[in-house]
């Protein structure tokens, strides 16, 4: 690649919104996609674990990048999740997502199998070397069963330019912050984004650059908010903030997945959203409906509560 682009701030995974046929529902992702731009964020992240690629075929994933890209119409960057069990379908789906006009792919490593180390670098080589895009890693071994060692992370940064960052979804900020000092000390260029909202705040403190988190679907005020006041250095503000930022990760233990506690937190705060999930998800119960109003309203973002819609 000629030049190399990095990513940072608060970039949503957003959600795939559907019609009770399971269809793509275009105007609201198109609402959705407005709203979220108008929030200030710094990029779109489509087809993550919340965009519910999971459940997709490749066609649908092809169709949800072809929109994406076209309605951002460049407003801001947008990444599409490539990944697979399969190297050869993120491969296709990494240089469709290129076709597109997508601004880099998002490549969560192969689950099912626990894949040896050397079978994980290659995984990465054959995709990176097979598209002239950035290459962000996606790094979640709760829902993997692997997790994406630092000395791994190092060497795939220093084989490709083009592999330009990571979203690390850990519990462990300690995961997080010798990635910072490794791999992005040696890579200055190599963006270090957190996948949980709670760890934003750590991930900037630390040198790192940003969050990809599923709050931003329905509060990106309060991530927005936080990388805005920390970068102007009004930590007050942004320590205000993050505590009611820390209150949301209680809404994925809810349900799991959990991208339907998404939707319904995105019709909560006054988003005109389709709730609809595709299988084997289903709809929240009534129940865990109120235990999701229960957390927005302690994290104090419910419309009646803040303002924000």
Same mark, same amino acid.
């Given at each position: 690649? $000629?030049?190399?682009?990095?990513?940072?701030?608060?970039?949503?995974?957003?959600?795939?919104?559907?019609?009770?046929? $399971?269809? %793509?529902?275009?105007?609201?992702?198109?609402?959705?996609?407005?709203?979220?731009?108008?929030? &200030?964020?710094? =990029?779109?992240?489509?087809?993550?674990?919340?965009?519910?690629?999971?459940?997709?075929?490749?066609?649908?994933?092809?169709?949800?990048?072809?929109?994406?890209? @076209?309605?951002?119409?460049?407003?801001?960057?947008?990444?599409?999740?490539?990944?697979?069990?399969?190297? +050869?379908?993120?491969?296709?789906?990494?240089?469709?997502?290129? +076709?597109?006009?997508?601004?880099?792919?998002?490549?969560?490593?192969?689950?099912?199998?626990?894949?040896?180390?050397?079978?994980?670098?290659?995984?990465?080589?054959?995709?990176?070397?097979?598209?002239? %895009?950035?290459?962000?890693?996606?790094?979640?071994?709760?829902?993997?069963?692997?997790?994406?060692?630092?000395?791994?992370?190092?060497? %795939?940064?220093?084989?490709?330019?083009?592999?330009?960052?990571?979203?690390?979804?850990?519990?462990?900020?300690?995961?997080?912050?010798?990635?910072?000092?490794?791999?992005? &000390?040696?890579?200055?260029?190599?963006?270090?984004?957190?996948?949980?909202?709670?760890?934003?705040?750590?991930?900037?403190?630390? =040198?790192?650059?940003?969050?990809?988190?599923?709050? =931003?679907?329905?509060?990106?005020?309060? @991530?927005?908010?936080?990388?805005?006041?920390?970068?102007?250095?009004?930590?007050?503000?942004?320590?205000?903030?993050?505590?009611?930022?820390?209150?949301?990760?209680?809404?994925?233990?809810?349900?799991?997945?959990?991208?339907?506690?998404?939707?319904?937190?995105?019709?909560?705060? =006054?988003?005109?959203?389709?709730?609809?999930?595709?299988?084997?998800?289903? +709809?929240?119960?009534?129940?865990?409906?109120?235990?999701?109003?229960?957390?927005?309203?302690?994290?104090?973002? %419910?419309?009646?509560? @803040? &303002?924000?819609?």
């Amino acid at each position: 690649m $000629g030049n190399v682009k990095s990513f940072q701030g608060v970039i949503p995974p957003v959600s795939t919104l559907f019609n009770e046929q $399971g269809v %793509l529902n275009t105007r609201q992702m198109g609402q959705l996609i407005d709203h979220l731009i108008g929030k &200030g964020v710094n =990029g779109l992240f489509f087809l993550g674990t919340g965009g519910e690629f999971s459940q997709m075929s490749v066609n649908e994933r092809k169709a949800v990048a072809e929109f994406a890209v @076209s309605y951002v119409n460049k407003r801001v960057p947008v990444l599409i999740g490539t990944g697979s069990t399969s190297t +050869r379908e993120a491969i296709e789906l990494s240089q469709d997502a290129k +076709r597109v006009g997508a601004d880099g792919v998002v490549v969560i490593n192969p689950y099912y199998w626990v894949l040896s180390e050397d079978h994980l670098f290659s995984y990465y080589d054959d995709i990176a070397k097979s598209v002239d %895009l950035p290459v962000v890693l996606y790094n979640f071994p709760n829902l993997t069963g692997q997790d994406l060692s630092v000395d791994l992370v190092l060497k %795939l940064a220093d084989t490709h330019e083009n592999i330009v960052g990571i979203k690390d979804t850990v519990d462990s900020v300690g995961h997080i912050r010798e990635l910072i000092i490794k791999v992005k &000390g040696k890579h200055p260029h190599f963006s270090v984004m957190c996948g949980f909202d709670d760890h934003l705040l750590n991930t900037l403190q630390l =040198g790192g650059d940003g969050v990809i988190s599923a709050s =931003g679907n329905f509060a990106p005020q309060l @991530s927005v908010g936080i990388y805005e006041a920390f970068r102007k250095g009004d930590l007050e503000k942004a320590a205000k903030l993050y505590k009611q930022l820390a209150v949301l990760p209680l809404l994925y233990k809810i349900d799991s997945p959990f991208v339907n506690v998404i939707k319904e937190a995105m019709r909560l705060c =006054g988003m005109d959203v389709s709730t609809y999930v595709l299988p084997p998800t289903k +709809r929240l119960s009534e129940e865990k409906v109120e235990q999701v109003k229960q957390v927005l309203e302690k994290a104090n973002v %419910l419309p009646d509560k @803040s &303002g924000e819609g």
